[in-house]
Every structure is written in C-alpha cells, then in structure tokens.
C-alpha cells in the first residue's frame, strides 16, 4: 500500500484522531464509548461483557441460555460442510418406500438428505440414510469417552458442593438443615404438606457429610503414565498407494477435534455454533452501555452509548505543508452529532504525554455549533451564507451543523511524525425532563483530550 492509499485509508478509518478514554487509552471516536451517567469515556478495557441472548445466525432462531448450554451451544437443525465449511441444504426427493401397515405395498414418501451447494459433498457419502423428517431427526456423531467425561463433571460438581457446605458450616456455628439446604440452593422438590412440615420442625438433619443419599462420590482412579505408545500402521502408510484427495486436511480435522478423522469418508456434518448478542456495561457505575434486542431478526439496539453519537467528532482535513521549527496553518473540522447548540472551548491539553513532539496554538473565542436536523442536511446550500459571523481567520467554512476551523502547529521533531493534543470542552444535554408541559434540560460539561498524528514532514 503506497503513501496516497494509506492516508486515504487513515482519513476514512479515523485512526488519525484519538480521544483519550478514563484509563489513558488512547482510542478512535468510532471504538470507544460515553457513560452518561459517569460523563467518562469507557474503552473495551473499562466495560464488561455480558451474553444477553444466544440465536442461530443461519435460520435465525432464538435459543434460550439453558437451552444454549444442554445443545453444547450448536444448532439442531443447521450443519456446515465438513470439506468447505459452507452451510449446507436440505434437499427433498421422492421414492418408493414399504408401507407401514404392508410390507409388500409400496407408497410413495419424502425423503432428505443434506448437501452442500459449493463442493456437492452429501450426507449420503459417509452413510448417513436418508431421513424422513427435514430437522432434529440426524444422527449425532457421537464423542469417544463421553461417559467418562461426564462421570468427571459429575464428581468435580459434588466436589464443588462440598466445599461450599463446609464454608457455610464455619460461617454458621448451628447445624444445617433440609429446608436451609434447599432455600440456599434453589432445589426445587415438590414436596407434600405432611413432609414439608416434617422438614421445618428439624426433624430431619443432614448427614455429617452434608449431602444427600443422592449425591454419592464416584470412584476415579488417578490418571498413571504408561509406556504403551500405539503402533504405527506400516502397511496403510508404507506399503500401500495414498491418495491426496481422500486424505483430510489440518484445518479439516480440527473442526472435528472430538474424532479428528483422517480419511474424507469418514467425515460427520458439523452442527452449527450460536452466535450471542451480548451488553457492555460500565465498570464504574453498572450501566448498560450497548444492549441489543432479544428478537435475532432485529439488528437495532436499545441502548446506544457509542461516543460517536454523543460527543463532537473531529477530523483533520487538510495539511498544507509541515516543517521543522515553522509554525503552519493546519484545518480540522468538528461535527455536533446532537440536536442542541453546543459552545465549544478549545485549550491546551493540561496532562503532559512523551507522544507529543509539536507545539500548537488553538483558537481562544468560544465557537457555536448549530445543532443536527436530518431534514435539512438533504437540500443544504453551500453558497447560503449563515447567520451567525465568524471570523475568517479561525472558522474556515460552516454547513448545518459542521465547522472547519484553524489551528497553528509547530514540529520540533524531523524523524518522527508530526503529534499535537489539544483539550476540548463542551456542554452536553445529558437529561430532558418535562415540566408543567414544559421541557427542562440538564446541561453537563465534558472535558476530553485529543491527540492528532498529521503525518510526516516535508524536507
């Protein structure tokens, strides 16, 4: 990429122009986010994440998380490829078929199979019958050793329980007993009125253990090392002829990590994984930043939080010429992405920062921006003069609600590209609350530090 693509590239991307966040991080507009209730800048570093919800991106179907966690997070009814990896299709077809009620009667009937419409791999090259019901009704292939793992999750699970009883009993000096065991753990048994009030009289105590007769231990054998390696099949890889295209590849393999087949007839169609909309929210005070709709056919968001939206963007426009020790006249624009006025302040960046190698000297007038109307940004004139009358020296053009104005840089580095900050305050309408059919507004001051890379110098 030559120099003229990339800084096209930087002027589109923003990457130019960073804000700095609560943390220090220096961040473009577009990846960091405004906490109205914290008037602070939250980067990814400052948010937490948070699974709202779990659908399938294929057909678009919204799986509760319980439901999400018990299917292993995979979809029942989409599969990809095992060669390509692209979704694969269900097709129908009709054939003759022994009746249920007489086998020597022939009916009619549909029968699907899956296929993949980039590579025409079917499910009927690894054996897979053909299925008579289009979804939930395809063989899974099974894991090796799946009882075993499971056996394991179970006994690290009683493991688990254990030792939250043994807290609880040096927490509480008194014994616990079933009522307080099921209150603690939400154990939801349907239990009758003669039995229930059996439990509440403490009648009934736990055993020392703490543990139901439910909940035995599993006897595990502690994992020993072995000498045994299996042996290599010298006459699949030396004696007879291999064949490349019925081997599998690495990538192949590993999407198939439980069997990781070896021989391209022995592949398994691949359930698809959930996709999950998930919230940010602040560290600080526990505010949703971005939460999303639950419906997965609905892409809009409840909550947008997005500096973008919220705080005054600025770019670098043109940059006539840069030279060492010599002060050039450099323009920038900002933009009110809000519905109301906005008084702007630009000063000095008051925390000192070794990335900044340039002096710059900023407009000291107060600057209005107008605010943002949709409906005029269509039929806006640029020749039509505004009402308002600045000075030419310092604003270099006004259209709605955008400005270009000056400002003056000085480098006082050659090798490296030309860094300036700068601080930039404005007020911002956090809150509108309406009154005797009267709206009032809350206005807050926000303070942000910017720093601005305006490339190399010219010799």
Not at 292 to 304: D, H
Not at 389 to 408: L, P, T
Request: net charge neutral; charged share 25%; glycine share 2%.
């Amino acid at each position: 990429m030559n120099e003229n693509l990339k800084s096209i590239y930087n002027s589109f991307a923003n990457e130019r122009v960073q804000y700095e966040c609560a943390c220090g991080l220096k961040r473009p507009i577009t990846l960091i986010y405004f906490c109205r209730y914290c008037l602070q800048l939250r980067c990814r570093n400052c948010v937490s994440n948070e699974v709202d919800s779990q659908y399938c991106q294929h057909c678009l179907e919204y799986i509760p998380t319980m439901d999400g966690k018990l299917k292993k997070n995979k979809c029942a009814s989409c599969f990809q490829c095992p060669c390509c990896m692209h979704t694969l299709s269900t097709r129908s077809f009709l054939e003759q078929v022994p009746s249920e009620e007489n086998a020597q009667q022939m009916v009619t009937k549909k029968t699907f199979t899956l296929v993949c419409c980039f590579c025409k791999w079917t499910s009927l090259d690894v054996g897979i019958p053909k299925q008579y019901v289009p979804s939930g009704t395809w063989p899974e292939n099974m894991t090796p050793n799946s009882s075993k793992i499971n056996s394991l999750f179970e006994h690290y699970r009683i493991i688990a329980q254990k030792e939250k009883l043994e807290k609880d009993k040096k927490r509480n000096k008194r014994p616990l007993n079933a009522i307080d065991l099921f209150d603690k753990y939400g154990i939801s048994v349907s239990l009758s009125p003669r039995v229930n009030e059996s439990l509440r009289s403490n009648k009934y105590k736990l055993n020392q253990s703490g543990l139901t007769d439910s909940t035995k231990e599993i006897e595990t054998k502690p994992a020993e090392a072995s000498d045994y390696v299996e042996p290599l099949n010298e006459e699949f890889y030396y004696n007879e002829e291999i064949n490349i295209t019925d081997m599998s590849s690495i990538e192949q393999r590993l999407n198939q990590i439980e069997t990781q087949p070896e021989l391209v007839n022995k592949f398994f169609p691949i359930s698809k994984m959930l996709s999950v909309k998930r919230s940010l929210r602040c560290k600080e005070c526990e505010h949703n930043l971005i939460k999303s709709e639950y419906n997965p056919c609905l892409i809009r968001l409840k909550i947008q939080l997005s500096a973008y939206y919220h705080l005054l963007e600025v770019k670098i426009k043109d940059v006539s010429s840069l030279k060492l020790n010599q002060a050039s006249r450099v323009e920038l624009t900002m933009k009110n992405p809000s519905s109301n006025n906005l008084k702007v302040v630009l000063s000095q960046n008051p925390k000192p920062d070794r990335t900044v190698n340039s002096e710059i000297e900023l407009p000291s007038n107060e600057i209005l921006m107008l605010p943002k109307d949709e409906t005029l940004e269509i039929g806006i004139n640029p020749n039509e003069q505004n009402e308002i009358e600045d000075d030419a020296n310092v604003i270099s053009f006004r259209k709605a609600n955008k400005i270009g104005f000056y400002v003056i840089v000085t480098p006082r580095q050659a090798d490296e590209n030309c860094i300036v900050t700068f601080n930039l305050k404005h007020d911002l309408v956090t809150n509108i609350t309406e009154k005797n059919e009267k709206k009032e507004f809350q206005v807050s001051s926000i303070s942000n530090n910017l720093y601005l890379d305006l490339g190399k110098l010219i010799n």
